[in-house]
């Protein structure tokens, strides 16, 4: 069965500084899908950002990047010139690519910006 | 930006009733999902719905869970006798293509008393 790990409870950081959350997860699959989510107290689930496990190249939305290290599996979210708006919960998910079977999700980081 | 919408976005319901929670996916998805989130811990797939039946389902979906989309726009999921753990937040999500990523409803929070 496949896992996904995000061993930060909670960060901080402050308003325009950048911050890394961290995400490793456990597969035996080759081929599949990583995402990061975005959870806001309003708890509506919003999509951050999204790999493709066949891709070297690390995916990029505009402040929002990853880096993911398959060999190591890891996929970490980095957040450049953090806004108060990027105050959430942010969850790590994986899925094999193909099959009907849903998301797994990590535990959840939750994201404090300091003004 | 297209929607996935749920209803209600809050239901308070007594322990062993039965309660039906709505979901419009958006309309040119095909595949149909419902999530639900126990408070303060992390989302859990329940189960998904491709070609107008269940294509997986995990544990939590046991013989009180079932989902149908009767009309072809609505998606529902209905709990038959509800039990106090049953309380969490359901989301709806839907997909059109695995890379795109799921496209999730605002949630319903049931409340069970």
């Known amino acids: 069965a496949q896992t996904v790990t995000q061993s930060q409870p909670e960060m901080s950081v402050q308003e325009a500084e950048t911050v890394t959350l961290s995400c490793t997860y456990d597969t035996s699959e080759s081929d599949y899908y990583l995402f990061w989510y975005k959870q806001p107290p309003s708890r509506q689930m919003i999509l951050v950002i999204r790999q493709e496990a066949y891709k070297q190249q690390n995916a990029t939305e505009n402040r929002f990047s990853v880096n993911f290290q398959k060999a190591a599996k890891s996929f970490s979210l980095k957040i450049s010139d953090s806004q108060l708006g990027d105050a959430a919960m942010y969850f790590c998910?994986?899925?094999?690519?193909?099959?009907?079977?849903?998301?797994?999700f990590g535990k959840g980081t939750h994201l404090i910006i300091q003004p | 930006e297209p929607e996935v919408t749920q209803t209600p976005s809050h239901q308070v319901t007594q322990m062993g009733q039965e309660v039906i929670l709505r979901c419009v996916p958006i309309?040119?998805?095909?595949?149909f999902y419902w999530y639900r989130q126990i408070l303060g811990q992390k989302v859990e797939f329940l189960v998904s719905?491709?070609?107008?039946?269940?294509?997986?389902k995990s544990e939590i979906f046991d013989d009180q869970f079932s989902v149908e989309r009767p009309d072809g726009s609505n998606f529902t999921l209905k709990i038959r006798s509800t039990k106090l753990e049953d309380s969490a937040m359901y989301f709806c999500a839907s997909l059109s293509e695995e890379l795109y990523g799921y496209t999730f409803g605002s949630g319903t929070r049931l409340t069970v008393v």
């Open positions: 719905f491709y070609n107008n039946e269940i294509s997986e």
């Open positions: 998910a994986y899925k094999i690519r193909g099959g009907a079977d849903g998301l797994t």
């Open positions: 309309s040119n998805h095909l595949y």
